[in-house]
């Protein structure tokens, strides 16, 4: 069984710090681009960042570009998401998924539907982050 589970989330002040962690089980990780993706507390869905199988490609949201990383190591099937200068918009809960490809797709392709390139996500960890 697919499993992925997040941990690393927390309460931080604006200008802060944290690293999130996702371990995943259940299928060969180092055959799958993963990302992290988050949803606010207005309940907006948003793509955070995406990495390749190979962990030698990624991208980011314009929101998070330059404060944001991440990386991956497939031999200890773990995903990280280092989150430098946290701002109160970062205020979310944020998910790692499992995509559906080995690459990075472009997700303009897919446009309202860009959830359709994820078959497995965990069920987050809560990051708050105060002004």
């Known amino acids: 069984e697919v499993q992925l589970m997040e941990s690393g989330g927390g309460l931080v002040q604006s200008g802060g710090s944290l690293r999130l962690s996702c371990a995943a089980s259940?299928?060969?990780?180092?055959?799958?681009?993963v990302s992290w993706i988050r949803q606010t507390p207005g309940k907006v869905t948003e793509w955070v960042s995406i990495?390749?199988?190979?962990?030698?490609?990624?991208v980011y949201a314009d929101s998070v570009k330059g404060r944001f990383t991440i990386s991956r190591d497939n031999a200890k099937n773990t995903l990280w998401l280092q989150m430098n200068d946290l701002k109160p918009e970062d205020t979310a809960v944020y998910h790692c998924?499992?995509?559906?490809?080995?690459?990075?797709?472009?997700?303009?392709?897919?446009?309202?539907?860009?959830?359709?390139?994820?078959?497995?996500w965990g069920p987050g960890t809560q990051v708050t982050v105060s002004s």
């Open positions: 259940g299928f060969t990780f180092s055959n799958y681009a």
């Open positions: 990495i390749n199988s190979g962990g030698d490609y990624a």
């Open positions: 998924g499992k995509l559906i490809f080995d690459y990075i797709p472009s997700l303009g392709v897919y446009g309202s539907n860009w959830l359709s390139v994820y078959d497995r």
